[in-house]
């Protein structure tokens, strides 16, 4: 008989020249548990998703309660659904006036293909600008605005009609013209190693496309919900987007996309042509159960209010000639160690120590930490223990220490 390991490697679809490869049968809060009770704390929460920890039992709760009453109904946006209304009500109490109108989709990718086409159908036109090294999925749309060459090669052609400039150049913001539909950006780019913005970049650039007409896009895919310390990274910056996209933490741990903008906005993809945007899944309503628990966990836990506190112990502990910097803050961290090879070991090698790491797409020589917020101090001081053990070790048997 054939192993789970075997199987998934001949009859899953790889597209990971390394995966992870580990076996995971429970999760629970900050860890994950292989099928021999084998223990890891879980330092990327699947990637800025489970801010609220593995299977929240506020979470579940809501989830088993949802199921109870139904599951799928209908194609979104034809049956009034209980969980859509509530969660879209809740998300909009906590967002600017001007983002009132809510569309749920199933992830990023899909978020970012509904607010491009959006913003191309409210502009009547055609031109887009994003970012280099900006991530913003993996569909045909969004790929085309993600901002890495290498991805995306083989792929062309893509969406026509797009431009990518540098994160963080005033200068090159005149590209934005009358011509330009949107301008989509990550306030803080995740997969780039998180680079903030600098200065006042963002504030630039929303004045830049308010001049011009143009819709702004901020694709919070892995930064809201409290990861970076505030309920949305815009907050931090205090510039607010014509469109908001939204997905990972959104679900709570289902898989929900959503995109957000102003009734007056949203209201274009209803006529010429009628359906704008298609979505079967979109909005599930056990999903949006699962969403809404999730952040009101979120809330009621005050998590929030503890981010910057947790971030700075990260900081404290994780001191080591091998960390060159620590990037970022909040609960989404680019540890850079300036070697590839040294990083791919600590992440290759994380297991072994009981840990869950991960690199990033566009950065190399760093990897990422952003646990589930719940993670309480004792566990970050645990984690980090074991993660110095760990950089010891990497820093010892790769080029680090020689160089
Ligand atoms: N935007 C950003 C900023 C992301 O980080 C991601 C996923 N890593 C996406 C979009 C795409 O989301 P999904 O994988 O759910 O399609």
Redo the contacts with the bound molecule.
Sequence with gaps: MLTNRQLFLELLGQTSGSPLLLEIKEAEGIYMYGPSGEKYIDLISG??VSNTGHCHPHVIEAVKKQIEFHMHLMVYGELIQNPQVRYGEKLISLLPETLNNCYFVN????A?EGALKLAKRYTGRSRIISFTNS????THG?LSVTGNEHLKRAFRPLLPGVHHIPFNNISSLSIIDEKTACVIA?PVQ??AGVIYPENDFLLQLRNRCTKTGTLLIF?E??TAFGRLGKMFAFEKFGVVPDIL?L??ALGGGMPL?AFITSKEIMSSLTHNPPLGHITTFGGHPVCCAAGLASLEVIINEKLIEQVQEKSALFREYLNHEAVKEIRGDGLLLAVETGDSEMTGYIISHAPEYGLILDYFLFSPTAFRIAPPLVITKEEIKEACEKLLALIETAYKNTSGCKR
């Design positions: 990637v800025s992830s990023g990718s899909e970012v991530y913003h999925g993996s969004s990550e995740a997969e694709d895919v892995q996209v997905a990972k996309g």
